[in-house]
């Protein structure tokens, strides 16, 4: 018989998982993923390329980073974002071929 903990353990992966997808379906959250990639940027420098406002950016990253989706390092009076991991890189990198086919395959 299984132990349960792995059972708690996939479970609580799954719904971390499910909580980073929903972060990421706001289409000016794919956005600023883009616009990073794998890249550090200030929160002025990503407003410029993303052309909205900046309470508007600091709202989203603020969701992205509390869902582990970015990392910041302060610096000054500055925050600089980045992608945290990898596999959230690679996400994006499929969403963005999906956005830019028009259409899904099967």
Known sequence: MTSPEPLVEEEERLEQA??????????????????????EM???????????????????????????ILRTR???????????DERTLQLVSLMRDLCSSGRATP
């Open 42 to 68: 200030s929160v002025q420098e990503i407003v410029a390329r993303v052309g909205t406002s900046q309470s508007n950016i600091s709202q989203h990253l603020g969701i992205m980073r509390d869902k582990g």
């Open 74 to 84: 302060k610096s000054a009076n500055k925050v600089f974002y980045r992608v945290g």
């Open 18 to 39: 499910s909580q980073s997808l929903k972060a990421l379906s706001h289409p000016l959250r794919l956005k600023v993923l883009c616009t990073l990639g794998r890249q």
